[in-house]
């Protein structure tokens, strides 16, 4: 429980510390938000907890192809922010856009041979 707590705690600081960096250098924000650190992070706690190098690859490649579906959100959310749209509007129909290509992503990747 207390390796959970610890993990959660984590989390919650690298989250703080991408928004004060974004609030004063919001390009630095994007750059250090872009890093693939929870994926890192994830991996390093799954290692720790089954270190099986095939579960690991799965995994990793897994990670790669539901990263895809997530990227058109950040091209979304600007051009509607820019468009007079509300922040939380945007923000909802990017995370809307999202969902949507993660089940799109879902329904081809057997189709596609990929490895989710």
């Not at 650190?37 to 995994?59: C, K, Y």
């Not at 856009?97 to 189709?111: E, I, S």
Request: hydrophobic share 65%.
């Amino acid at each position: 429980m207390l390796a959970l707590a610890a993990k959660a705690l984590l989390a919650g600081v690298m989250i703080a510390a991408i928004a004060e960096i974004g609030r004063r250098l919001p390009t630095l924000g994007a750059l250090v938000a872009s890093l693939p650190l929870v994926s890192v992070l994830g991996m390093i706690f799954l290692w720790h907890a089954r270190p099986d190098a095939e579960n690991m690859a799965r995994h990793a490649e897994a990670t790669f192809w539901y990263v895809l579906p997530s990227l058109p959100m950040f091209l979304l959310i600007p051009v509607l922010l820019r468009h007079g749209m509300a922040f939380w509007l945007a923000l909802g129909a990017g995370c809307l856009l999202t969902v949507t290509l993660y089940l799109l992503m879902q329904a081809l990747a057997p189709r596609l041979g990929l490895p989710l």
